[in-house]
């Protein structure tokens, strides 16, 4: 599908383009409208559409401007402008930029309209074919057997000229490169893993793998089949495209590898095996290269999957005493399931399905528990959605502090326990110590020390250190916060305590811990 732009100023123009138009039929989709050319050229920046249809006149920067500005960095984004019979002229000096045509206002048809459109789409499809075809040894820039080998690596057909391509004369292997999208702040829950479609992209891959006589086939933007003799000479340059689209675009490739090919009517499972292996980043999101001979282990997994869910209802158990009863109750559940169970993703997801339903069902819920139920539904979405286990920890742990912060639970310690705890929560970032608290709750330093330790098992410094270690973890992945303000707002005055008592808790730096959070721990990249 082709992205579409529309920019128009006024807004029935707008909405009659934008709903009258039959988008999908004609193999495009209407990402983004702008009512004024500056916002227009903010959506180009952001989305790189395929194609733009924008008016002449609008306010804060007119049509011809946006084209000219547009001209300067996207020489193959097809521009259809808007105009009036008044405004012609501009219409013929638009041509110089590269317009495609125009559409009269007063007059404006939306069989026309598709006509033109179709006229644009033809463009792109065979602009997309020329662009694969010069990825390509000079004798192999036959769009035919392109075509055949593109459709031979999706799977699409088994059968490929190679007598008359130079490059099958050795053994080969193929490689499936997918750029993804470095997450940040991460706003909503743990957003899944987005593909990075700049079109910059495919030159930037074009520069640093080709050399070696390597074929760049592009299956769709941010995603990438590459062709291979030399194993060692790609490996060192992946290294660089590692670097180059973290510095430029913000992103991460990934890269699935097949084993080597010796005859090119392999070439479509060689293209199959390569892609099967990014399945492999579910579990090992941290890595970068996949191979087919890679085995997952399955024993050490399925030790480690309750370890960290053990270690995530643990980290509320001061604060929540319950959570230690639920999950011994729950514990022989988790490893029966996986001891019956493959080690998929699918599985991995339905296991985490299985616990927040037995979490709704057992923690004592507020009598309104539709606030709950909303959090459920949403996390079955995310985890659904979640490309990898690192990611469904995170979320788990967010939904089983929202289920806790939703649970009477508090109310089965003591009242003056439960009073106490609720003036932390209220001023655990100010210079909160065991006498200030003493005053307001008009106990002694004795008795309070005394209750924390029956009824939390903890010392009341233990206990302010981890409220304020959790509350800053949420700032580290949900804010824009720099790190000496985030150690502020959580009652720690001098930053370097703060890291040395964020650390001594987490076993990270803050800086650590909010890049693994938001980016995939990328600390293997730097």
């Not at 500056?38 to 395929?50: G, K, N, R, V």
């Not at 053994?171 to 743990?190: D, G, T």
């Not at 009652?491 to 909010?514: C, I, L, M, N, W």
Request: glycine share 2%; hydrophobic share 35%; proline share 4%.
């Amino acid at each position: 599908m082709y992205k579409v732009l529309i920019a128009e100023d006024e807004i029935l123009v707008r909405l009659g383009l934008a709903n009258s138009i039959p988008w999908e039929q004609l193999g495009m989709v209407l990402t983004a409208q702008a009512s004024n050319g500056m916002q227009a050229y903010e959506l180009f920046l952001s989305e790189h559409p395929d194609v733009i249809i924008t008016d002449i006149r609008m306010p804060l920067m007119d049509g011809m401007e946006l084209i000219r500005k547009i001209r300067e960095t996207d020489a193959s984004c097809k521009i259809i402008i808007i105009t009036c019979v008044e405004e012609f002229e501009y219409a013929r000096q638009a041509i110089s930029y590269q317009v495609e045509d125009y559409i009269l206002k007063l007059t404006m048809d939306m069989s026309e309209i598709e006509t033109i459109l179709s006229k644009v789409r033809t463009a792109l499809d065979e602009s997309h074919l020329v662009r694969k075809a010069d990825s390509l040894p000079e004798a192999a820039r036959d769009t035919s057997l392109l075509t055949e080998l593109y459709d031979c690596l999706c799977g699409y057909r088994s059968h490929f000229s190679f007598n008359r391509f130079p490059f099958f004369s050795d053994s080969f292997q193929v490689a499936f490169i997918r750029i993804l999208l470095m997450r940040q702040n991460v706003p909503e829950e743990y957003k899944p893993d987005r593909i990075c479609t700049d079109k910059s992209l495919y030159q930037l891959l074009q520069r640093q793998l080709e050399h070696d006589h390597g074929i760049l086939i592009e299956k769709a933007p941010g995603d990438y089949f590459f062709l291979f003799h030399n194993e060692s000479s790609f490996l060192g340059d992946f290294d660089s495209v590692i670097t180059l689209t973290r510095n430029y675009f913000n992103a991460r490739p990934i890269c699935g590898i097949s084993p080597s090919v010796p005859h090119p009517d392999e070439l479509g499972k060689a293209g199959q095996c390569a892609q099967a292996c990014l399945s492999q980043y579910f579990f090992y999101p941290q890595e970068y290269l996949f191979r087919a001979d890679a085995h997952l282990k399955p024993d050490v997994l399925k030790a480690d999957i309750p370890a960290r869910i053990n270690k995530i209802f643990l980290s509320f158990s001061d604060s929540y005493p319950c959570i230690r009863q639920l999950w011994s109750e729950y514990a022989d559940h988790i490893r029966k399931f996986l001891s019956d169970s493959p080690v998929d993703c699918e599985h991995i997801r339905k296991l985490f399905y299985y616990l927040a339903d037995y979490l709704l069902d057992r923690l004592a819920l507020n009598h309104n528990c539709e606030p709950a139920d909303n959090c459920v539904y949403n996390y079955h979405r995310y985890i659904f959605e979640a490309s990898n286990i690192e990611s469904i920890y995170y979320i788990f742990e967010r939904l089983l502090h929202k289920l806790l912060s939703l649970t009477d639970t508090i109310t089965t310690l003591s009242k003056e326990m439960a009073e106490i705890i609720r003036y932390i929560e209220q001023h655990y970032m100010e210079n909160l110590t065991l006498d200030i608290l003493s005053t307001h709750v008009n106990y002694s330093r004795g008795y309070l020390c005394s209750i924390f330790r029956r009824e939390l098992n903890t010392s009341f410094g233990n206990y302010l250190t981890k409220v304020r270690i959790s509350h800053a973890k949420q700032l580290l992945t949900s804010s824009f916060l720099r790190l000496y303000e985030i150690a502020e707002q959580t009652g720690f005055y001098d930053y370097s305590h703060f890291a040395r008592t964020f650390k001594k808790v987490t076993g990270f730096s803050p800086q650590e811990y909010q890049n693994h959070q938001s980016v995939d721990t990328q600390e293997d990249a730097e």
